[in-house]
């Protein structure tokens, strides 16, 4: 098993950055990818960004050359660097792990808010 916290929401004006933080324990030697997810209310779950543990990235097409992923899949970490932000971005954010034997994303976080205010 792998335990995901989360840290680094806010509130903050558009225009203005914030940097989310994602540390795993437990079984993290299993972790291939790494991401980060968002849900605005109303809204399905959606992928903003991730890596893989040899470092490829991808992201939503509504954050690209806004947001940047970085981390380390070996040592559990991952954060996602949010700039120009702007309302649309308010959502809760959740970090997310892929067990490498495995599809999909089998590990969440418990989410944190962003607030972009306008």
């Known amino acids: 098993q792998v335990q995901l916290v989360e840290s680094g929401g806010g509130l903050v004006q558009a225009g203005e950055s914030l940097r989310l933080s994602c540390e795993a324990s437990g079984n993290i030697q299993t972790i291939g990818a790494m991401a980060w997810f968002r849900q605005a209310p109303g809204n399905q779950r959606e992928l903003v960004a991730a890596?893989?543990?040899?470092?490829?990235?991808n992201y939503a097409d509504s954050v690209k050359g806004r947001f940047t992923i970085s981390g380390d899949s070996a040592k559990g970490t991952v954060s996602l660097q949010m700039n120009s932000l702007k309302p649309e971005d308010t959502a809760v954010y959740f970090c997310a792990a892929n067990d490498y034997r495995s599809y999909g994303y089998d590990y969440w976080g418990q989410g944190t808010q962003v607030t972009v205010s306008s």
């Open positions: 890596r893989t543990n040899g470092g490829t990235t």
